[in-house]
């Protein structure tokens, strides 16, 4: 499955927690395995773990 998203880096940490929560649901039940993520803002520069 793939997935594809954009933000911005600087997102409100309930707002990062649910995208965190969706994501690894969707690799855990739907087998996500690429992730395409833009560049904009320095958004795929920030660590979700």
Do not use: W
């Not at 994501?23 to 795929?44: H, N, T």
Request: glycine letters at 10%; one cysteine or more.
């Amino acid at each position: 499955m793939r997935c594809t998203f954009l933000g911005h880096k600087d997102t409100p940490q309930n707002i990062a927690n649910l995208l965190r929560a969706l994501l690894m649901r969707l690799i855990a039940e739907s087998k996500a395995d690429d992730f395409y993520v833009g560049d904009q803002g320095g958004f795929d520069g920030v660590p979700i773990a």
